[in-house]
């Protein structure tokens, strides 16, 4: 029992550091690209990354990434605004959490991917896939809770899988890395 309470301990710390760490990454990198490649969108990120965060950990953890992450994802949603705004942002942040793991679930139930929780590795294809069906019900959910339109909804698309894609990037090279210098 101690031993669990540990692990999911050690879990919350490093999955809330790699989000966080994501997260500062995307005012410092992705609004500079975004204001010169694209400059009328408002709403959204053309790289944002805590969604490969999101998916990474859905994969490592299922249903568990959700109780790992929402503190952090509680904490980036109540920035400024009233509490109404808060309250929407605390709604979207879970559901982009239980969206990366109903990803998963949903994909491999319908046999798209593979999926055991570790036991075996998952294919790099599976990975992406699981990804942009997640970021796809990400953009839903702003979509039908009326957060934003058609087109920011896109946008938030494109910038998760873009994310995605380059969490998932830096995270290959920086393993492969670490397996070449032991």
């Not at 101690?2 to 919350?12: K, W, Y």
């Amino acid at each position: 029992m101690r031993h669990a309470l540990m692990t999911d301990l050690v879990a919350l710390v490093m999955c809330s550091i790699f989000y966080a760490v994501a997260f500062e990454a995307v005012f410092v990198v992705s609004d500079k690209l975004q204001q010169s490649v694209v400059p009328g969108i408002i709403y959204g990120s053309v790289l944002f990354f805590p969604h490969g965060v999101r998916v990474l950990a859905a994969y490592l953890f299922g249903w568990r990434s959700i109780l790992y992450l929402l503190p952090i994802s509680a904490v980036y949603a109540g920035l400024g605004g009233d509490a109404a705004t808060i309250l929407e942002g605390l709604v979207l942040a879970l559901g982009s959490l239980v969206a990366c793991v109903l990803a998963f679930e949903l994909l491999s139930r319908f046999d798209f991917i593979e999926r055991n929780y570790l036991a075996v590795s998952i294919d790099w294809k599976s990975l992406v896939l699981a990804g942009a069906f997640g970021a796809m019900m990400n953009a839903a959910l702003h979509y039908t809770l009326d957060v934003t339109d058609a087109r920011a909804s896109g946008a938030i698309f494109v910038g998760d899988v873009l994310g995605f894609a380059a969490v998932l990037l830096v995270s290959t090279l920086f393993f492969r890395l670490l397996r070449e210098l032991s």
